[in-house]
């Protein structure tokens, strides 16, 4: 089991730039989610997929934030335009019921 | 949202039991208790999980009363390797099981 696997591990990227998170969850899993963590807010829940389909996307902080899961072993999240506030480190989760299963997440800087 | 609180810092030192307690005094009948570990620079790992009584897996114990209105997270003869982030989860399905809060930072010392 490969775990859930996150790329890229580190993004820098300037201001008003297009930012793609990917995420793979493990195979079987049926929910996934995204997180985002910074000092400020701690761990905050943006979106999650049951089944592929989103269920609460609440979270996601504005419309510049967008989520995909195309199919069950891949999914997107993409920040556009991205902005300095948008740094943080980007998780994504998965799982088949309870618990969830995190990746190592994506470290986001946006100068 | 099933809120809950939980001492910010810890300290201890290798060898000792470390007992860290949550409390959620609006814990819903089907509501779980989960707890998650996060090192820096990883995403959170799931220790243990309970719904009364008492639980103990080959890290940790969850001791969870009656009322169910708090939680204590039971880390036995802990190690420097046990210095992290400790987080109570409390929900049964939904937004309300997926939310952390700020969690409890552990320290140990050699």
């Known amino acids: 089991d490969a775990g859930v696997i996150q790329s890229p591990r580190h993004e820098v990227t300037e201001m008003g730039q297009e930012v793609t998170l990917r995420c793979k969850p493990i195979?079987?899993?049926?929910?996934l989610f995204w997180y985002r963590q910074t000092m400020m807010r701690g761990l905050e829940l943006l979106i999650y997929?049951?089944?592929?389909?989103?269920?609460?996307d609440s979270g996601m902080p504005e419309d510049r934030f967008s989520a995909k899961m195309p199919n069950a072993s891949f999914s997107t999240l993409k920040i556009q335009p991205s902005e300095p506030r948008d740094s943080a480190v980007y998780f994504c989760?998965?799982?088949?019921?309870?618990?969830?299963?995190f990746g190592n997440g994506t470290r986001l800087t946006v100068t | 949202l099933a809120k809950t609180t939980q001492p910010i810092s810890m300290d201890s030192y290798e060898g000792q039991e470390v007992n860290i307690t949550c409390s959620h005094n609006?814990?819903?009948?089907?509501?779980?208790i989960t707890w998650y570990q996060q090192f820096p620079s990883q995403g959170p790992r799931f220790i243990i999980q309970?719904?009364?009584t008492k639980v103990t897996n080959e890290v940790a114990s969850l001791f969870i009363p009656a009322d169910r209105k708090s939680s204590t997270l039971s880390l036995p003869r802990v190690s420097l390797s046990d210095t992290a982030v400790y987080y109570c989860?409390?929900?049964?399905?939904?937004?309300?099981?997926?939310?952390f809060g700020s969690g409890t930072r552990l320290q140990v010392q050699p």
């Open positions: 997929f049951n089944n592929n389909v989103p269920i609460d």
């Open positions: 989860l409390v929900g049964g399905a939904g937004r309300r099981a997926l939310t």
């Open positions: 309970g719904y009364k």
């Open positions: 989760a998965s799982s088949f019921g309870s618990p969830l299963h």
């Open positions: 609006n814990i819903a009948t089907n509501d779980y």
């Open positions: 195979s079987g899993h049926n929910s």
